[in-house]
């Protein structure tokens, strides 16, 4: 058995088809140059990738049962994605499964349902500079970057940033245009591992930048599961199972 | 205009019909016993009731609207919830309205959908004695309280309790027959306080006991909402409207 | 009785005196114009100051037993403050007085003895534009501000912040220089409701600008203590007193 | 180089020498034979002890430098631990290395420096049963344990535990005497992962039992550091360093 971390990236896959600069920019689609970043570390990581208009979009149970970390990049059609496969996404992340969303991904509808949240922002295309922020310089997501990194043009997305407060926030985004964003953030629901990373609007070659690469795989080493696959349930526990010796008394609607 | 909190209880109403046990105990319905409780300090509390048979199942923008906090109560027929009005609560929540989720409420979609994580539990219907200890004395949800309450007779709700982190845990029980559950769990959901409170099985009359209607105002009192309601968006921010000026530049999708 | 906050601002008050421009922007101390401002709202707030050089730093356990909310600016001088004035404070705020600490005072001894941490930063003195994000604009601490402000000139302050997760963010700063900052962050420690306050820097005006005014009494309404003063300590719970019946067994050391 | 984590085990090694019923249950010294038990894994851990009564208790410069997990058990003698090496070890903790707190660790000067709170509780030495339920199934430090497990004698540590609320509650421990506890708590400050677990009152063989031994070990593999040991301080970032191009202006007091 191999001890590399498993990866599936999911791309929503619909502007790199409709979109030239898209296209342009990425002409294997999103979901497969995100492979190849991660795979420049091929010791350390498997990675397949699935796609919005693959059956059960890519991501079968079969498929979900082989991926440690799943990538989730969207935009244009959170809305086509099956209500099913989301909430077959969302108990494999509380089993542990580990989940990178990125950038428009804060609207997909596995992102909300994790949060609980609007997971709304404010937003600017105009190609201006973001800084990003190491908030924490030992944290592993963090690791192999300097005190920031610069991406010459970027979407700007803006706070307020409607989520939960984050277990930690990695990242903080300075923007040209005067802005702040938290671009780097972490949670847990369940046993699964969740790094929401801002950076990565498609008509820009932001995935294809060194410190970007970076992130990404330092990310998907972070969320790898640990601990064991706990599938929760609603067990009830007869009177004769009960730690201590009781008999029952009083109603019952069961 | 008052000062009054507006609460609303909302009911599922279902096993008050079904069980005759039920009805024995809450003869008007769980939501107007709880409802009484909380009037018991009638200078502090305006409070309606809703149940799930009423059209929109009592829960229209109107009502909504005029309500500061809402308290649930379900158990048999979480799923005949209409998923748009558990989208309206949900907003409602995010702008700061406070939601106090009971006992079997633990499954019901809105917390659920808050929450983001299963909110699976162990549980047992022996009647058995409830100690819920205090984990902070000093914090607003555990006031008049003493170190610990009893309750004679209660369904256990045991650990693992499938929840993310609280913000605090005011009330940890202990169990006659040996398990220990997190009972009393704040969030925050936006601007939205969330409360969980364990103890309410539907036959037992445990929201007319003294210090459960205690804890019932106290969190009425705590949730209610600060600071303003704030509608969240998605709002773009055009480039002329930047705070420090800057020229568009780069591809576009917009 | 009173219902209004009782707050006591306290002021290192050195650079007052031995910097001419310090002694320019606030000629009766800081301590005192940031009384001033929080009295804009005399219906709501009472305030008394105290200084370094006051015996006991002007916190003996009267004073404080008649503080709701207590402000601390400090920056020249943090190792004069008394170890025992220090844990004096501490304990309070465990039984739930609020404490807002201000600019420089995130190296103060009382910081940094509740956070736990270094709570050190970047700086960097040049006078340069600070653009003041709100994160939460449905929060309390934001009330009355648009969706930014602006203060023309301040220190800057840059991450990383070496702070626990704040429980909220709800400002995060933008700076001329290019550096960004978590300038507003709420912690709880035991009882006590923690703000710390980024902008204020002695040279500039900073304290004297409307919007950092509203922030200061927002923050002071926010921060007042909530539930009871409950004092912690570790009492024995006698075996005659354990709420179930047990016999003592087994070896002892007390 | 080793890959294995480098444990080392301070004991406060008091008790042991003053009490012979403590020196019956563990005559090498609690610390030597909870370094035992980790060994039970030889080709997961290089332990160490160190205790109180060695120069700088053991815990030089150099030593901590090869610790990645430090483990911690004080009870009689809290007050006589030096401040200048609880600072070192919290520095250290705040750069990454791991730290497990014991049972009455809860009052020592490590462990509250790091809450920030008061960390009591309430007490009783009946030797009575307690019974440690997994709050969380999946947790790495809840493998290879049941659902829960139990101690035949113990102390009694009961709620309010005066922490700051955890980042993950993993256990939660049910009394004979009819109290509860949160009895494993993990928070992180900087970034140093802290453990709390309360079993291991002196006089009772608990370390030796096999539960209790898989925690352990369970929890000096999670403690390790992750990312890189990220020394904090305050750097000045001259002008001419700032990211955008700014020119100073303004007043100064340094």
């Not at 542990?96 to 428009?104: D, F």
């Not at 990242?171 to 929401?196: A, D, H, L, M, P």
Request: hydrophobic residues 40%; contains cysteine.
């Amino acid at each position: 058995m191999s001890d590399k971390i498993r990866v599936t990236v999911w791309g929503e896959n619909v502007h790199e088809k409709t979109h030239a600069e898209v296209a342009q920019v990425y002409p294997r689609g999103m979901h497969q140059h995100i492979a190849e970043v991660l795979l420049q570390e091929p010791e350390k990581f498997e990675v397949h990738t699935a796609t919005l208009d693959q059956p059960e979009h890519g991501l079968t149970p079969d498929i979900l049962a082989r991926t440690d970390v799943l990538f989730w990049w969207g935009h244009a059609a959170h809305d086509q994605v099956a209500d099913e496969i989301v909430a077959r996404v969302q108990a494999l992340v509380w089993q542990g499964m580990g989940l990178v969303v990125l950038h428009s991904g804060h609207l997909s509808k596995i992102f909300r349902r994790l949060m609980g949240t609007a997971c709304t922002l404010t937003w600017r295309e105009a190609g201006e500079k973001e800084r990003v922020w190491v908030c924490n310089p030992g944290h592993p997501i963090a690791q192999g970057l300097g005190r920031y990194f610069e991406i010459p043009s970027e979407e700007m997305y803006g706070e307020p940033f409607a989520i939960p407060a984050p277990d930690e926030n990695v990242f903080i985004s300075w923007f040209e245009g005067g802005e702040v964003f938290r671009s780097g953030c972490t949670w847990k629901r369940g046993n699964g591992k969740i790094f929401y990373f801002r950076p990565g609007h498609e008509v820009y070659p932001t995935y294809l930048q060194k410190e970007v690469g970076q992130v990404l795989r330092n990310a998907a080493s972070w969320a790898r599961p640990e601990g064991s696959r706990w599938v929760d349930g609603c067990p009830n526990i007869p009177v004769e199972q009960a730690p201590e010796k009781i008999v029952s008394k009083g109603g019952s609607v069961h």
